[in-house]
């Protein structure tokens, strides 16, 4: 069994910056392909960033166009976790953050919250102007 438990989140000013960290246990087959995704009062969840294993150590990373440039997803293979980097946070950022795994998941799915068996409990993220 995989579990996720987030960190990091908090409130932050406009143009600021936060890192999140998802610790993950279990078995690394069932996590494979990782992602953030979050979700905001009264809207859906929406993908931030995937990751997927592309060798023991390195992996391959991909970001939606509403935060490419702006977050960047590393991972600490000595410590089993994964980072997101948010830098100039707007207002339209926060959300609830989370964490998802899954054994694997197709390239053109991998946006979709559906395709991930795995997550963490969140971790709240504010951005005020």
């Known amino acids: 069994q995989v579990q996720l438990v987030e960190s990091g989140g908090g409130s932050v000013q406009v143009g600021g910056s936060l890192r999140l960290s998802c610790a993950a246990s279990?078995?690394?087959?069932?996590?494979?392909?990782m992602a953030w995704f979050r979700q905001a009062p009264g809207k859906e969840r929406e993908g931030v960033g995937t990751?997927?294993?592309?060798?023991?150590?390195?992996?391959?990373?991909d970001y939606a166009d509403s935060v490419k440039g702006r977050f960047t997803i590393s991972h600490d293979n000595t410590k089993n976790t994964l980072y997101l980097q948010m830098n100039s946070l707007k207002p339209e950022d926060s959300a609830m953050y989370y964490c998802?795994?899954?054994?694997?998941?197709?390239?053109?799915?991998?946006?979709?919250?559906?395709?991930?068996?795995?997550w963490g409990q969140g971790t709240q993220v504010t951005v005020s102007s």
């Open positions: 998802a795994a899954d054994p694997r998941v197709s390239g053109s799915r991998r946006y979709l919250p559906t395709e991930y068996t795995y």
């Open positions: 279990g078995p690394t087959s069932l996590r494979e392909y």
């Open positions: 990751s997927y294993r592309t060798g023991l150590y390195s992996w391959e990373a």
